[in-house]
């Protein structure tokens, strides 16, 4: 079966410092992976994809199959980053996603 | 921006009351999705919906659930007799098939009391 991990519950950091969000997974076979964020009173959105390699509102993340990781990062945080942030898994069937536990990022002044 | 809508936003009912939930997927999406999320909890996948049938369910999805897609528009998720677990918040989704990108309504909350 799919897993996703976020191991942190909560990432506080102050403005244009580095954010790392980290993600782990566990599957068989060809994984498609995402990050997804809620930002407040939001709806769930598609942050970027592992397959399209872009980097969107300076975010980028790569995919690591050796150590089976999907690691979300930004060079300079700013406040509006502040949001839940899921690392998703898809690939078993269209559209059947497998999330991690999310993580709050919060980006302090 | 086209955008999945939800109705209602937040349904408080008695244990072993039905529910329906609605659901307006984008116009020109094929599949369909229900996740929920129990408060605390990850977001899990219910069910999926395609060519007006079930394409997929979850272990979580038995017997008391069920969808459908009556009117080519609202397609909806209904509870028969819910319980206290299945309080949660549930969220509909379509997808864009071109891109795979998954579209998420604001989601309904369901407090069963």
């Known amino acids: 079966a799919q897993r996703v991990t976020q191991p942190e519950k909560l990432l506080s950091v102050f403005k244009g410092a580095p954010v790392e969000l980290k993600c782990n997974y566990s599957?068989?076979?060809?994984?498609?992976l995402f990050w997804y964020v809620q930002y407040s009173r939001q709806r769930l959105q598609l942050l970027l994809r592992?397959?399209s390699r872009e980097s969107i509102k300076g975010f980028t993340a790569d995919l690591n199959k050796g150590e089976t990781s999907f690691h979300l990062k930004k060079p300079f945080a700013q406040e509006e980053d502040s949001a839940m942030y899921y690392c998703v898994a898809g690939g078993t069937s269209y559209g059947k996603l497998t999330f991690g536990q999310g993580t709050i990022l919060t980006v302090h002044p | 921006e086209p955008e999945v809508t939800q109705t209602p936003s937040h349904q408080v009912t008695q244990m072993g009351q039905e529910v329906i939930l609605r659901c307006v997927p984008i116009?020109?999406?094929?599949?369909f999705y229900w996740y929920r999320q129990i408060l605390g909890q990850k977001v899990e996948f219910l069910v999926s919906?395609?060519?007006?049938?079930?394409?997929?369910k979850s272990e979580i999805f038995d017997d008391q659930f069920s969808v459908e897609r009556p009117d080519g528009s609202n397609f909806t998720l209904k509870i028969r007799s819910t319980k206290l677990e299945d309080s949660a918040m549930y969220f509909c989704?379509?997808?864009?098939?071109?891109?795979?990108?998954?579209?998420f309504g604001e989601g309904s909350r369901l407090t069963v009391l």
């Open positions: 989704a379509s997808i864009q098939e071109n891109t795979g990108e998954l579209f």
């Open positions: 592992h397959i």
């Open positions: 116009s020109n999406h094929l599949y």
């Open positions: 599957y068989s076979g060809s994984p498609e």
């Open positions: 919906f395609y060519n007006n049938e079930i394409s997929e």
